[in-house]
């Protein structure tokens, strides 16, 4: 199982970037998808995710109404569309793949992406 990470990069605040999570090597369609994100000196924490089949999703209060996620069947990709980015968003962007167990916490999930990084910029 293979995830990449990638579309992140430099924006000023209020900006936007959408990340694309490219998934292959099984059929994800029973797995959650979610995200994470560090930012330096932090822990890594929960961004949001989405269930595969249903694309319910799922969002941390600090992103909630800012981001949304979806997915693409055919491509197999999974997005982080990231609006009205603030400072405090800064962080390296982690996409994972999970099967079974919680949406929120990043022991539930089994795949790694390598990460991709996302500064916002004052």
């Known amino acids: 199982v293979q995830l990449q990470a990638f579309g992140g990069g430099l924006v000023q605040a209020g900006g936007s970037l959408r990340l694309s999570c490219a998934a292959s090597g099984r059929t994800f369609s029973s797995y959650r998808m979610g995200w994470f994100r560090q930012a330096p000196g932090k822990e890594r924490e929960f961004v949001g995710a989405?269930?595969?089949?249903?694309?319910?999703?799922y969002y941390a209060d600090s992103v909630k109404g800012r981001f949304s996620i979806s997915r693409d069947n055919a491509k197999n990709t999974v997005y982080l569309q990231m609006n009205s980015l603030k400072p405090e968003d800064t962080a390296v962007y982690y996409c994972?793949?999970?099967?079974?167990?919680?949406?929120?916490?990043?022991?539930?999930?089994?795949?790694w992406g390598q990460g991709t990084l996302v500064t916002v910029s004052s």
């Open positions: 989405i269930r595969w089949r249903t694309s319910t999703t």
């Open positions: 994972a793949a999970g099967y079974d167990g919680g949406y929120y916490s990043d022991v539930s999930y089994d795949y």
